[in-house]
């Protein structure tokens, strides 16, 4: 019985819906469309009975939608009729005036209301966002609410609370007053210290950054940045600030217009203790790369963070040893290390120890948080054991001091298809053993520009140049040596610098320039086709272009980016492979 009632009951049909909106605006009709459209959809789901109260639901969230948009005397006709697809609701509005605000009236009690912060009163009620004259409109003055209460709450009154608020709507006139009242509560002041969820970690870590007077008046933005500050560094995944919130007997002592003294709680969840990781690589330039890395957070109880780790190939073997200190509050980040490193590529056999110190600090733009900056400086006293492959080797002791500035404009760091990258760096020392200088600076520049959803065209250039007297051995990482992936495709990896000795060696001036075309077939899979040219030599007179032309393979891969080119020489006259993998675990 039950499923032939069932059977017997009308097919819900969702009504044909028009709407004739008599001159309002589009964002008004896209409110009445969107309210009307949220009772049509109940008609899907209901029979023929239910039809007359959804008409009047849907009549009453016209006008409700209307009364949003400050028209709050409209006429609204809903017609009601069938066509061959079933029901039509014919909606006909007429708005009639549309109201705006009248009267402002702002009040301000608690502490807020002491003589003292009557400039502060005053700009709070210059700011307010919803003025005489505006039009009434429903969600503005939401906004506007909350904007004034955000506003109070910045600076010494953290317990700030909307009181009261009203719009009495006159709509004769078209026009709405209207009031609000504004609990600052008492003056907030800073109190002491309270840390939950420490373990490892010293306390004297939070001291370090939660920097304040006790008696101090409550400011948000600095809790903001204290709390921006413990979750930059190693030591926490997060990191919570805030006043404590008071308890029933604060409320009792302190009256609403006085001075009351929380306690600043800092809530933390530390960072695991011990991090290992480990990769594999293989590229054309130095075959099978391996590397192993240890990091740990707080050493010998400091807050320090430890990274030792060493990297093989088959042209360089390198183990270190790095200290990273805290942040300090200006966000820069230092840090001290040991190197031992040896490398032995075309001819050129060098061992290195070294001790050096960097600091390091990133930021964003202001305007364009797409455009980000890092600044990276550098101080290395360094040992090198340099043998030529037919020349007798000799020790090369020497000092300097780098600096690197970074600018970054990009659609994606890691994959960018839109966007440049501009690399400025420079640097000096002097050899240990004779008191020789030596100076160096360059330039890198790399831009991306996309020429469909799946084509990019992209160049790269890259000029430098060392300033030393003809007889100053400088050492490795300050001379230039190109060729390879990711420079001059075409020739083998650092083949082209200075000659001496059976070896290529630094040369004091480079220069190169590339550009590269790429179409992917789909989200995965591309190819590409590019044009390397440069040189390092002595000097600028003395280069001699070596130019490398060819295309390639693209591969996105979860491993990371696979990159297979087949370049063509045109100084050897030979054909290269290039490719690169890098997978990590």
Do not use: C
Request: proline residues 5%; without cysteine; glycine residues 10%.
């Amino acid at each position: 019985m039950a499923a032939e009632q069932e059977a017997s009951r009308p097919e819900s049909i969702r009504p044909e819906v028009t709407i004739d909106p008599g001159g309002v605006g589009p964002e008004v009709l896209q409110a009445i469309m969107g309210s009307v459209d949220v009772i049509v959809r109940l008609a899907e789901d209901m029979d023929g009975g239910e039809s007359t109260r959804l008409r009047r639901r849907a009549y009453e969230a016209a006008l409700s939608a209307l009364a949003t948009q400050g028209y709050f005397e409209p006429v609204v006709t809903l017609e009601v009729g069938t066509d061959f697809a079933g029901e039509t609701w014919d909606f006909v509005i007429e708005p009639g005036k549309r109201a705006v605000v009248r009267k402002v009236d702002l009040e301000f009690t608690g502490a807020a209301s002491r003589p003292e912060f009557a400039e502060r009163r005053e700009t709070w009620r210059q700011d307010w966002q919803l003025p005489a004259g505006d039009i009434f409109i429903n969600k503005a003055w939401s906004q506007a609410k909350a904007d004034l209460l955000n506003q109070v709450g910045e600076q010494d009154f953290f317990l700030a609370r909307l009181a009261h608020s009203q719009a009495r709507v006159d709509p004769e006139a078209g026009a709405v007053d209207v009031s609000v009242t504004i609990d600052s509560g008492p003056r907030v002041l800073l109190g002491e210290l309270k840390v939950e969820g420490l373990r490892r970690t010293p306390e004297e870590l939070i001291d370090y950054y939660v920097r304040y007077k006790p008696g101090q008046p409550y400011e948000r933005d600095q809790f903001v940045t204290w709390q921006q500050q413990l979750q930059s560094t190693n030591f926490f995944r997060g990191a919570f600030v805030y006043p404590e919130q008071p308890t029933a007997d604060d409320d009792v002592v302190v009256k609403s217009d006085g001075d009351l003294t929380l306690p600043v709680q800092v809530q933390v969840t530390e960072a695991a203790a011990r991090r290992y990781a480990f990769s594999l690589g293989l590229d054309s330039d130095v075959g099978v790369r391996a590397e192993a890395q240890y990091r740990q957070n707080i050493v010998f109880g400091l807050p320090l963070t430890m990274e030792t780790g060493i990297g093989l190939d088959r042209k360089r073997q390198r183990a270190y040893l790095d200290f990273y200190l805290p942040p300090d509050a200006n966000g820069y980040k230092d840090s001290i290390g040991l190197l031992a490193d040896r490398s032995d590529i075309n001819g050129l056999d060098v061992t290195r120890l070294a001790l050096g110190a960097t600091r390091f600090i990133g930021w964003r733009s202001e305007t364009n948080r797409r455009v980000d900056y890092e600044a990276r400086y550098g101080a290395l006293l360094a040992h090198d054991r340099v043998r030529l492959e037919d020349g007798e080797p000799y020790s090369l002791p020497s000092a300097s001091l780098t600096a690197e500035w970074l600018r970054r404009d990009v659609n994606d760091k890691y994959d960018p298809r839109d966007g440049n990258l501009i690399v400025l760096g420079t640097g000096g020392g002097m050899t240990l053993d004779d008191g020789k200088p030596y100076l160096r600076g360059s330039l890198r520049v790399q831009t991306w520009w996309p020429l469909s959803k799946r084509d990019i065209l992209s160049l790269h250039a890259e000029v430098g140049k060392v300033w030393a007297n003809d007889q100053v051995q400088v050492p490795d990482d300050f001379g230039y040596r190109t060729g390879g992936a990711r420079s001059i495709r075409g020739y083998k990896y650092r083949s082209i610098g200075e000659h001496r000795d059976g070896a290529v060696i630094g040369a004091r001036t480079l220069a190169l320039a590339g550009i590269e075309y790429t179409h992917y077939f789909n989200d995965t899979v591309g190819m590409a086709v590019f044009v390397d040219a440069g040189d390092a030599a002595a000097s600028f007179k003395d280069m001699k272009v070596f130019t490398g032309y060819g295309a390639g393979a693209r591969v996105r891969t979860p491993a990371g980016p696979l990159e297979l080119d087949l370049a063509w020489g045109q100084r050897d006259h030979r054909l290269r492979l290039h490719f690169s993998l890098g997978i990590a675990f």
